[in-house]
C-alpha cells in the first residue's frame, strides 16, 4: 500500500503493516518493477471513492499538545425556562477564540454523535452539546416545544460576552447542527437566528409531519422513544408533536432559511425525502450555498461515522473565516 493513499483508507479501519508503510526505493529493485508499482498505486489512488481521498486529518490525527492553551472540556448549565440545562463545551487548544459548533441530539438521543464533536474539535472548532430540560438529567419536563425555547438559550449563552471570553468562543462564527430530531430544531432556530454562520441537516426528521399520521401509531413510535425523558408519557408526546401545527413544519421555515449556508445529510432512513424537498425548496428561494449529502446507510449512520465526521468537516472549513 502506498503511503500516499494509507490515510484515505483509514476510513474504512485499514491498519498497514510496517512493510507497508512506504513504497520501496528504485535501488531495492528492478526500475520497470518499480515504475509499475508506483503505476499501480496511482491507479488505486484513483480508484478510491472521492470521499475516501479527502478525510481529514482532524477525524483520526490528534493536534500537537499546547501546553500553554491545551484543549480542555468545560461542564456548562445554561438557563432555561426557570432551570439550567446540562451541557458539555469541547474546547479547541490554541490561544484566542474560536468558531464554534452546537449540536443538537435527536430523539431521546441515545446516539449524541459525540465522537462528531471531537473530530470538529480536533479540526480546531469548538463543539457545544446539551440536554433539552427534562432529557437526560436535565431538569424540568420534556416539552417539544421547549426545544426550540433551549436552542435559543444555549445561543444567548454562547453569546454572552463573559460566557464568550471564558470559553474562547467567537461569537460572529456559530453554526448549529442537528440529528433527526435536533434537526427539526436546526430548521426552525437558524431560520430566525440570522448571526449564524451556517447549520447542519444530519437525517432531519420533521416531527410536525406526525400530525399527518394515526394517534395510535405515533404513540407507538413515542413508546419506543422514551430513555431519559420525565415528566411525559407516549400519549402525551404523540398529542403534542401531533398538535404543534403548521407552523412548525420544515415548509414553515422555508422563507428564514433563504440566505442560510447549509449542508443537508441524509441516509436510507425514510427521511431524505422531506430532506431533498426542503433542499429544493430553499434554493428555489435564491439560497446558492446548500451542500446534499447522502450515505448509504441507517439513521445513526452506523457504517459511515468517519464519512459524516469529514462531510461535515470539510464543510465547516469552507465556510468564509
Not at 413544519?249 to 422531506?274: C, I, K, Q, W
Amino acid at each position: 500500500m502506498p503511503a500516499g493513499c494509507i490515510a484515505a483508507t483509514r476510513s474504512a479501519a485499514y491498519v498497514p503493516r510496517p512493510a507497508e508503510m512506504a513504497t520501496p526505493e528504485p535501488d531495492s529493485m528492478p526500475r520497470p518493477t518499480f515504475m509499475r508499482i508506483v503505476l499501480a498505486s496511482a491507479l488505486l489512488c484513483a480508484a478510491l471513492p472521492l470521499g475516501a481521498q479527502q478525510v481529514p486529518a482532524a477525524v483520526f490525527t490528534d493536534p500537537p499538545h499546547d501546553a500553554r492553551h491545551p484543549a480542555r472540556m468545560e461542564v456548562l448549565h445554561i438557563p432555561s425556562g426557570g432551570v439550567q440545562i446540562n451541557g458539555v463545551a469541547y474546547l479547541a487548544a490554541g490561544a484566542g477564540t474560536h468558531p464554534t459548533f452546537v449540536l443538537l441530539h435527536g430523539l431521546p438521543g441515545n446516539e449524541k454523535n459525540l465522537d462528531l464533536a471531537q473530530a470538529v474539535r480536533r479540526a480546531g472548532w469548538n463543539a457545544v452539546t446539551f440536554n433539552y430540560r427534562g432529557s437526560w438529567g436535565s431538569p424540568g419536563t420534556f416539552r417539544f416545544a421547549q426545544n426550540f425555547q433551549d436552542a435559543d438559550a444555549v445561543l444567548a449563552f454562547l453569546r454572552d460576552p463573559a460566557n464568550a471570553k471564558s470559553l474562547g468562543i467567537d461569537t460572529t462564527r456559530l453554526v448549529i447542527g442537528g440529528h433527526s430530531m435536533g434537526g427539526w430544531v436546526t430548521v426552525h432556530t437558524a431560520a430566525h437566528q440570522h448571526g449564524l454562520r451556517g447549520a447542519v441537516l444530519i437525517s432531519a426528521a420533521d416531527m410536525a409531519a406526525a400530525a399527518d399520521r394515526p394517534r395510535d401509531s405515533v404513540v407507538a413510535m413515542m413508546a419506543t422513544d422514551m430513555e431519559s425523558l420525565a415528566g411525559t408519557s407516549p400519549q402525551q408526546m404523540a398529542d403534542e408533536v401531533r398538535t404543534t401545527g403548521a407552523t412548525r413544519r420544515f415548509s414553515a421555515a422555508y422563507e428564514g432559511l433563504a440566505h442560510m449556508p447549509m449542508l443537508v445529510v441524509t441516509s436510507n432512513d425514510g427521511l431524505a425525502p422531506s430532506n431533498d424537498a426542503l433542499v429544493k425548496a430553499v434554493q428555489s428561494r435564491g439560497n446558492t450555498h446548500v451542500t446534499a449529502v447522502h450515505f448509504d446507510t441507517d439513521h445513526s449512520y452506523s457504517d459511515r461515522r468517519i464519512a459524516l465526521e469529514s462531510a461535515v468537516i470539510r464543510w465547516l472549513q469552507a465556510l468564509p473565516k
